[in-house]
């Protein structure tokens, strides 16, 4: 069975590369009928902290990508990792070390000064230490390191990348368990998908320099290993790593800005993937094209304008109710009195078209349940002596319909023209900016009629006098 996992360190939020990397391993084990596992890489105890797990498990849980397994937590594992580290030992794979870190730091300022590669020298393996007369301090614990082979080469197939080689000759001598027994990670990955039976990994490329690293641990432990996928970085529109100031902010600070999951994951799908000329398709459809094959092997590039198309395409596609909860949240949160107002479905209804983020849906929504104060600009400008009487004309005929609807008040507004010899333009602004403090908003007669006629009155009289 096809066993996929993500496993994000707790150190910040969940971001958009780290949302593509679960979204990718998800879907893979969704096409394949197999399952998904979430860990939790928490053994950077310095920086981990229970708000960034929070951040984490919210972020997957917005996005919609469920877990069969998990989350699963390295810390809680720590036994574990000391078992397998204890079987190196006694095989021979791994040794203790008791080099200090200022004897590693003089260690490698030796090495840049001769122009080598800063490395871990291996003078604590047990046949160095005993040529050099190491004897193993009694007032401190030693970490645990790894015996990296000396010969040869490491080589694993990618199946993003293609075969890739690295020599053995440019790694040293891992630590793979530190000395208050909290494994690295190179070596807390390996322990943990033997153990969760992992068959794909499917992870950044900044990952590819420590996977020989680890395919050299597999291979000590005499264990299968899975097969890694390498998926290409994200760049910002300048072609430099993705940051903040390019929006690589929080999953959970696009749900506050008013995108929708759909629209996030639609767009992370095609970072790096592509299916044809495919450009909108749903979670499921892309579930049901996803692979491996068709993952690009060059890093793509983060478009917030082309983010915003597709949520704006997904916010008119969506039905008005299902948008009901957040758009009403951020509604109230902004003072508005939603039960003063029209139904709110029928105003989303008739104002999504309109608007890229539910941000500004609810944003354009405030004209119906907030009271309305025209800037004092817009009055000078609008408010004229000129139009007021057909105003007072327009407010009177308003006043006397039987019926209140778009089609009457369509109606009265028609007459109103004809009968002061205005133009559409002339009267319409004005009546905008009365009733609803700006100058444009979709048809007039039916953002009337869904005010409601109290509302109307009132405001065309307020400007009236």
């Not at 996928?229 to 600070?253: F, T």
Request: proline share 5%; aromatic share 8%.
């Amino acid at each position: 069975m096809i066993r996929t996992r993500f496993a994000p360190s707790p150190t910040g939020y969940l971001h958009v590369g780290g949302a593509r990397t679960a979204l990718f391993s998800w879907a893979y084990a969704r096409r394949h009928g197999g399952q998904f596992i979430l860990r939790i890489e928490d053994t950077d105890l310095e920086r981990s902290t229970a708000p960034s797990v929070q951040a984490i498990l919210d972020g997957m849980q917005w996005l919609g990508l469920n877990w069969d397994e998990g989350p699963v937590f390295q810390m809680q594992r720590v036994s574990r990792y000391r078992e397998v580290a204890d079987d190196l030992l006694s095989r021979g794979h791994a040794y203790p070390c008791w080099a200090t870190r200022e004897e590693l730091d003089q260690m490698r300022e030796q090495q840049r000064a001769r122009n080598e590669k800063p490395r871990y020298d291996g003078r604590w393996r047990p046949e160095n230490a005993k040529r050099l007369g190491l004897v193993a301090p009694q007032d401190r614990k030693p970490v645990i390191r790894f015996r990296n082979p000396d010969q040869g080469d490491v080589t694993f197939h990618d199946l993003v990348k293609g075969p890739i080689t690295f020599a053995n000759a440019e790694l040293d001598d891992l630590v793979i368990l530190r000395a208050d027994g909290v494994p690295t990670y190179n070596f807390g990955v390996v322990v943990d998908d033997l153990d969760m039976r992992m068959t794909h990994v499917i992870r950044g490329d900044d990952h590819v320099n420590n996977t020989p690293r680890q395919v050299n641990i597999y291979r000590a432990l005499d264990a299968d290993m899975p097969q890694f996928a390498h998926v290409p970085m994200i760049l910002g529109p300048d072609g430099e790593r993705l940051s903040k100031r390019h929006g690589a902010v929080s999953v959970m600070q696009y749900e506050e800005d008013g995108y929708l999951p759909q629209a996030l994951l639609n767009y992370l799908a095609r970072l790096g993937w592509s299916h044809g000329d495919a450009e909108i398709f749903d979670l499921e459809q892309f579930v049901q094209w996803f692979d491996l094959d068709h993952i690009s092997r060059s890093a793509a590039q983060f478009n917030p304008e082309k983010l915003r198309w597709l949520n704006h395409h997904y916010i008119k596609e969506t039905a008005p109710e299902a948008m009901l909860r957040s758009v009403a949240t951020r509604i109230e949160r902004e003072g508005g009195q939603l039960a003063q107002g029209p139904e709110l479905a029928s105003v989303i209804g008739l104002l999504r078209d309109r608007s890229e983020t539910l941000a500004v849906l609810a944003d354009e929504t405030m004209m119906f349940y907030a009271d309305v104060h025209p800037a004092a600009a817009l009055l000078t400008t609008h408010i004229t002596a000129e139009i007021t009487p057909a105003l007072r004309s327009l407010r009177d005929s308003l006043h006397a319909l039987g019926d209140w609807g778009a089609t009457e008040i369509a109606a009265a507004m028609k007459a109103v023209l004809a009968q002061h010899a205005l133009k559409m333009p002339k009267l319409a602004i004005p009546v905008r900016v009365a009733v609803f403090g700006r100058t444009q908003t979709p048809d007039l007669a039916t953002v009337l009629a869904l005010l409601g006629r109290d509302k109307v009155l009132q405001r065309l009289s307020g400007v009236l006098h």
